[in-house]
């Protein structure tokens, strides 16, 4: 009787991955890639604004970093502020 449970588990969990992957099989077939030249200029704009949000942040921590630390010597106070022997 044991013996009987254990063959029909082992039965329904093999039918159980073969339809799942037949599933996945069916649904891969559905999936509308997109063309090269899209995912290239995708790629090209995320590089473009990555590029420009990093000098924006740049030149808002410069502007900070003057207005918070006024000095005679100017930009290089504010790119080695722990390094004073620097800026002589």
């Known amino acids: 009787m044991s013996n009987t449970k254990k063959t029909e588990k082992t039965d329904n969990f093999k039918q159980n ?3 799942y992957f037949k599933g996945v ?5 559905k999936i509308i890639w997109p063309e090269r030249r899209h995912i290239l200029f995708q790629s090209i704009v995320v590089i473009v604004v990555v590029f420009f ?11 900070f970093c003057f207005v918070l630390h ?3 010597k ?13 800026c002589k």
């Open 53 to 63: 949000f990093s000098v924006l942040v740049y030149a808002v921590d410069m502007a």
């Open 25 to 29: 099989r069916s649904e891969w077939g």
């Open 74 to 86: 100017g930009i290089c106070q504010c790119l080695h502020p722990n390094q004073p022997e620097r």
């Open 70 to 72: 006024p000095n005679p």
């Open 17 to 19: 991955v073969t339809k």
